[in-house]
């Protein structure tokens, strides 16, 4: 469990059963005129346990924002590289394969048409044409 903040919290479990936070020994100040860096961190601990969260959640936030930023800049530049990709991609082999299937489709159903009249005038005694 961690400790409070203030020393003299008394927390209640039950209606008849009273637990007292103990807290632990205090260093003594009273041989320095000035404090120090190390008692000033003493004292100031829970504070700085706060400003560093803080601190660490106000870079942590940063840093997402920046790297949602970057990230929305290369989808953007991706975006417009990619159009004219696509663009490219439709004119140059996509439009090309249609016409030349096209073209292998329609010869493809004149032989056969071809192939056909001659198969059935043959077989009707017909002269040809």
């Known amino acids: 469990m961690k400790r409070p903040a203030n020393p003299f919290t008394i ?3 039950e209606a008849n059963y009273v637990v ?3 807290a632990g020994p205090r260093h003594s100040t009273w041989a320095h005129r000035r ?3 190390a008692q000033g961190l003493i004292r100031a601990r829970h504070g700085l346990v706060q400003s560093s969260r803080v601190a ?3 870079v942590a936030r940063l840093s997402y924002m920046i790297a949602r930023i970057c990230i929305g800049v290369v989808r953007g530049i ?3 590289y990619d159009v004219p990709i696509r663009l ?3 004119v140059f082999i996509t439009l090309p394969l249609f016409v030349i299937g096209l073209c292998f489709l ?10 056909g009249d001659a198969l059935y005038r043959s077989l009707s005694h017909l002269p040809h044409p």
Request: aromatic share 18%; no cysteine; glycine share 4%.
């Open 106 to 115: 329609l010869a493809t159903i004149a032989f056969v048409w071809g192939i």
């Open 20 to 22: 007292k936070h103990i």
């Open 78 to 80: 991706r975006l417009v």
């Open 35 to 37: 404090p120090n860096m």
């Open 88 to 90: 490219l991609e439709f």
């Open 11 to 13: 927390h209640i479990y």
């Open 56 to 58: 660490v959640f106000v």
